[in-house]
């Protein structure tokens, strides 16, 4: 399980406080789940010290993992002893097996591999080191600014207020799909106009040597989210078949579902 941390993050999620997380954690573990807390903005010198300490105390309360992008956490994490419970989600950023190779071999316990490269090259960077992971599904992040772009567009055309809404999509002149862009109060936020799927492709990874899959939410239905689980739940524990995947496909077969950038390169 995933939990964002508000103000904490580059996602469109609703994030929770620290003392929410603290419960929800402990809420968790009642369940027998594990916890892993999503903090992988970019902070600046004046925050870095708070969300550090939030780190720390995070750990203390339970959370088994950290997913961070900003390398002070690794700095901070190397003197306490704290590398194994950070997870690297740089998000479109991890893209060579050398990068990847690199923050592996500083003891974190996973590298998230950018979701926007084709199979093989993901299998690449997999095999190169031994806790790798990869968000197989959900509208994958394909850009992030800090410049309050929505508002900005809003400000121009004397549009009402564009921050923190939901179903606000950005079409490109020359194609037809739509994707979703969210504002907060420190990110400009653009997914892809697909629904990144990876059922075919869960066995390579595995073989590969991949230890960590996460599947992005938002923007999906609990049925769904909870269709998805038991899908890939059932590919992990080796049960799954096509007529399985086939039946999944049909039922939401008015999402974008999409391999993305598996079979294509991001740049031709």
Not at 133 to 145: A, E, F, W
Not at 177 to 190: D, K, Q, S
Request: glycine fraction near 6%.
């Amino acid at each position: 399980m995933i939990l964002p941390l508000k103000n904490g993050c580059f996602s469109p999620l609703c994030g929770f406080e620290e003392s929410e997380l603290y419960d929800l954690i402990a809420k968790a573990h009642s369940l027998d789940l594990s916890v892993s807390i999503l903090m992988n903005r970019l902070f600046h010198e004046d925050d870095i010290d708070e969300v550090l300490n939030q780190m720390k105390h995070l750990i203390e309360k339970g959370a088994g993992h950290i997913i961070f992008a900003d390398s002070a956490f690794a700095y901070e994490a190397m003197k306490e002893g704290l590398l194994k419970y950070l997870v690297y989600q740089p998000e479109t950023i991890v893209t060579s097996s050398f990068d990847a190779k690199v923050w592996s071999e500083t003891g974190i316990d996973a590298v998230m591999i950018s979701s926007l490269l084709t199979k093989d090259e993901v299998i690449a960077i997999a095999e190169a080191i031994e806790n790798s992971g990869i968000n197989i599904h959900g509208y994958q992040m394909m850009s992030v600014s800090a410049r309050r772009l929505l508002s900005a567009y809003a400000d121009t055309v004397g549009l009402g207020e564009l921050k923190n809404r939901d179903h606000l999509y950005l079409v490109e002149e020359k194609r037809d799909g739509r994707m979703p862009v969210y504002e907060n109060e420190y990110a400009t936020m653009i997914f892809s106009d697909y629904i990144q799927e990876s059922f075919a492709e869960m066995h390579d990874f595995i073989n590969a040597g991949m230890k960590r899959f996460v599947i992005e939410s938002w923007h999906l239905s609990d049925e769904c989210i909870f269709d998805t689980l038991r899908l890939y739940r059932a590919i992990l524990d080796g049960k799954d078949d096509e007529a399985m995947i086939s039946a999944y496909r049909n039922k939401y077969s008015d999402l974008p579902l999409s391999g993305g950038y598996y079979e294509q390169k991001t740049v031709r």
